[in-house]
């Protein structure tokens, strides 16, 4: 079963503007970390942000933040004042408990195109 | 400090032969991954080695190989390849910790013939 799904293949925003790309999750462990990553064209995955799941507040990190919804099982990535170079896939990945190792199970991806 | 490095970036081989892709972790890290990235199948875990141990391992034939040396440095290795082995082959390094964040490498691109 899918444990990462990132429900939007595509997305479009307009420069400046903020964007939000849609993580849900699924997981029975109490404990696991959450992890947006940004792949642009070149191939290399840059790490952007993690939440864990006992973290009291969402993380933020200069213009990105994720809004976590634990009840909800969700871990949305928003963007602020988007910029061009923000174009590219990105993916939300999941850790889960120490017995699993350090595997990191990853969505199928949104890719963002800002335009001018 | 440097990042990960993974070498080569590009390999072109033929069906049934054998590769190795070598992995580089940033200084420090012990904790090096494997993952498989495919248009079809997206971003799959391959294995993790620690301490020149595999401790995971990912659902996939026994042609998909690795080991991490005493450096931290990891080599994988497929054998007997085939047309569905293409992909990009993606390392990642990490520091033990809380929130094990892995950096990942620029990639090998291996296409099968």
């Known amino acids: 079963a899918q444990k990462i799904t990132q429900t939007q293949p595509g997305m479009f925003v307009q420069e400046k503007e903020a964007v939000t790309l849609d993580c849900t999750y699924d997981?029975?462990?109490?404990?696991?970390?959450l992890f947006w990553y940004k792949q642009p064209s070149s191939g290399e995955m840059i790490f952007l942000i993690y939440?864990?799941?006992?973290?009291?507040q969402n993380a933020t990190e200069g213009r990105y933040s994720l809004n976590f919804q634990k009840a909800r099982k969700s871990a949305n990535l928003v963007i602020s004042a988007s910029q061009l170079g923000d174009s590219a896939m990105y993916f939300c990945a999941m850790r889960e408990g120490r017995d699993s190792g350090y595997a990191l199970n990853f969505g199928k991806g949104t890719s963002l195109l800002v335009t001018p | 400090k440097a990042g990960v490095t993974q070498t080569p970036r590009y390999l072109i081989k033929t069906r049934g032969q054998q590769v190795t892709l070598s992995c580089s972790p940033i200084s420090g890290h012990r904790s090096v991954s494997w993952y498989q990235q495919t248009p079809g199948q997206g971003l799959q875990f391959l294995f993790e080695?620690?301490?020149?141990?595999?401790?995971n391992k990912g659902n996939f034939p026994g042609r998909f190989s690795g080991r991490q040396f005493s450096n931290s440095r990891s080599e994988m290795n497929v054998s007997t390849l085939e047309l569905g082995d293409s992909a990009l082959y993606l390392c990642?390094?990490?520091?033990?910790?809380?929130?094990?964040?892995?950096?990942f490498g620029a990639g090998t691109r291996l296409s099968v013939l």
């Open positions: 080695y620690f301490s020149e141990t595999q401790r």
């Open positions: 939440q864990g799941s006992y973290d009291e």
């Open positions: 997981t029975s462990d109490q404990s696991y970390g």
């Open positions: 990642a390094s990490s520091l033990p910790g809380i929130k094990n964040i892995q950096y």
